[in-house]
């Protein structure tokens, strides 16, 4: 219990810096073009090997976290991203950056594996006091990082003026003092009797994901939701500069909304307890109608006042969907989930949300090349809405059930199992 204990005090601690690129994420795009001299062209065609190499690389990361462990897959991918920063402080070109692209892919598939299984596996708790407690812990994880992600954002535009180089050194600082607290953390003892049936392997992951109808359904719909955020992330800043919202009121307005998010998450038993098992439709339906409402009003000949208030509004909307999608599909892909399948759940739910990733991105820039950013948020919000909508109507009846009304086989890997 001592260990359990210290992995879960460690965890918040760490997550809260390891969930990104904090003080370079919001500048990455001008320390390539005005510090580094790349052509733009590159920078976004980068974005799309970054995409690609996610999705391909979700298998060998799942692989190599079942045969190196937890722990190690944890201290391998923070090695990676900080080889990554390395490389683009040192790149000069495509090929560097597509280099680097490579490192902090694989880095953050084996982070996005390893690191919700390691707290899923430190927690020896009754199946409902379980639960309870991995989204407890992560939701001050996640609600952390967006205070410190929002401190960020501010100080590193300043930063930047002062010295371009000044906000990715301390990025590189901030990659490194994880790294080092990864390895801080107690191992998941794992049995060594039967060792090799205790890791499931990823056939029969996969097999069991298509199986059993609740994890289909909750794949479906994470992959969808994670698309869709995605693509919003660029489609509101674009709405703003079309408003001709300054760039450092834009990142005021967006250090802001990221405490959004960060109360929203820590607070996601409040939303938890009042709609039950209706979250996930309160989560899907707002997600998409925040998007349609802001591309309807920004459409609008009216007060521009009046039109920014109400598109700031739905954002604030969408950023609370943002904290809660990161704690509860988390928490529902792990609720029936232990030590032997877990890191596989979770590749799958990578691998999938960057498949449709790629998908809506591309729909989304066809939208955006051919249209204003309003009209692009309204068929994109609506496609969404439509999309998500079907997906509930064929949720019901597979998620949310009690764990009595599931069948045996959707519980062969629950945590007693």
Do not use: H, W
């Not at 462990?69 to 080889?83: A, Q, S, V």
């Not at 407690?133 to 300043?158: C, D, E, N, P, R």
């Not at 820590?266 to 989560?283: I, S």
């Amino acid at each position: 219990m001592e260990k359990v204990n210290k992995n879960l005090k460690l965890y918040p601690k760490y997550r809260q810096l390891s969930m990104d690129f904090l003080f370079f994420y919001t500048i990455n795009i001008l320390f390539l073009t005005q510090i580094k001299k790349i052509d733009m062209s590159a920078v976004v065609l980068v974005d799309t090997f970054y995409a690609l190499f996610v999705v391909f690389l979700q298998v060998p990361a799942s692989y190599l976290v079942g045969k190196i462990g937890i722990k190690k897959g944890m201290i391998l991918g923070n090695i990676c991203n900080t080889i990554y920063l390395i490389v683009v402080i040192n790149s000069t070109n495509l090929f560097n950056l597509i280099i680097a692209e490579l490192f902090s892919s694989f880095g953050f598939a084996l982070k996005d594996i390893s690191e919700p299984a390691i707290l899923n596996e430190s927690i020896n708790a009754s199946k409902s006091e379980k639960s309870k407690i991995f989204a407890k812990t992560q939701g001050k994880a996640v609600s952390g990082y967006y205070i410190i992600s929002a401190f960020s954002m501010i100080l590193s535009g300043f930063l930047f003026e002062i010295n371009g180089y000044i906000p990715i050194f301390i990025s590189l600082g901030i990659v490194i003092t994880t790294l080092i607290i990864s390895t801080r953390f107690d191992n998941v003892e794992i049995s060594e009797k039967d060792e090799e049936e205790n890791i499931v392997s990823l056939k029969e992951a996969v097999k069991f994901s298509f199986n059993s109808k609740r994890t289909r359904c909750l794949l479906i719909f994470s992959s969808i939701v994670y698309a869709v955020i995605t693509v919003l992330a660029t489609y509101e800043v674009s709405l703003l500069e079309d408003m001709n919202v300054s760039s450092k009121y834009i990142g005021i307005v967006f250090a802001i909304l990221n405490i959004v998010s960060g109360i929203a998450s820590k607070n996601q038993n409040v939303f938890q307890e009042k709609f039950k098992n209706r979250t996930l439709t309160f989560l899907g339906i707002s997600l998409t109608l925040s998007c349609i409402i802001s591309g309807v009003v920004a459409s609008l000949s009216s007060s521009i006042t009046i039109i920014l208030i109400v598109v700031l509004a739905m954002y604030v909307i969408k950023f609370v969907m943002v904290g809660l999608y990161n704690v509860f599909l988390i928490k529902y892909l792990s609720n029936f989930t232990n030590s032997k399948i877990d890191t596989r759940i979770f590749a799958i739910n990578n691998f999938c949300s960057c498949i449709l990733g790629v998908v809506f991105g591309i729909f989304a820039s066809i939208l955006i090349e051919n249209m204003q950013t309003s009209s692009a948020m309204l068929i994109f919000g609506g496609t969404s809405l439509i999309i998500i909508s079907i997906v509930l109507i064929y949720m019901r009846n597979k998620v949310g059930l009690d764990p009595k009304q599931y069948s045996k086989e959707e519980l062969k890997y629950d945590v007693k199992g």
